[in-house]
């Protein structure tokens, strides 16, 4: 089955994260469901690759002025058929920023399930988000097409920046980690 990896990922995830338990379940239930969940034109939702990237110090995290959403957010994207979601969002990454970037650790660093807005003849549908924490070689970026900008935030200033609840739950599991 090629969603046994992900569904497999999400137990661990769940296990790990007990106080997000609702969205792990609607997760576990959708992949489950939709045997299609990797494809984009999946219009009950559709499976995503995030990254949380991480500067060679760990000390600030590229976002993107996403140019569709008009919002800051993580780097990321569809995953158009591939059940790998670590490929997905190490691919997304680097052609959103390019740079070269490692893992960090080999599990879920955070999940999302948000609402995508109907836009030039795709209905309103869902994006099931699978991100991973990721470090940066270097600084230098290069804003892809699908970016209006990219920007450095420092962690522990992200509040001052972004009020998106998920990026401000990703600089808490990053913060309670470095402590």
């Not at 959103?96 to 807005?117: N, T």
């Not at 940066?136 to 962690?155: G, I």
């Amino acid at each position: 089955m090629h969603r046994r990896n992900l569904l497999d990922q999400l137990q661990a995830y769940r296990l790990r994260h007990p106080d997000e338990q609702k969205t792990v379940e609607r997760f576990i239930d959708f992949v489950s469901a939709e045997s299609r969940c990797f494809e984009r034109d999946c219009w009950a939702g559709h499976v995503t690759g995030s990254a949380w990237l991480l500067d060679p110090a760990a000390q600030a995290v590229l976002l993107t002025h996403h140019k569709k959403l008009n919002i800051w957010v993580q780097l990321g994207g569809h995953s158009d058929g591939d059940a790998d979601t670590q490929a997905v969002a190490l691919r997304e990454a680097q052609e959103e920023s390019g740079l070269a970037v490692k893992l960090l650790e080999p599990e879920i660093f955070d999940l999302d399930i948000h609402p995508i807005p109907a836009r030039k003849g795709d209905p309103q549908h869902f994006h099931f988000d699978v991100r991973y924490a990721m470090s940066a070689h270097s600084r230098a970026f290069t804003v892809s097409e699908e970016s209006l900008a990219l920007r450095w935030v420092p962690v522990v200033a992200l509040d001052a920046f972004s009020q998106e609840v998920s990026i401000l739950r990703m600089r808490d599991k990053w913060l309670a980690r470095c402590q």
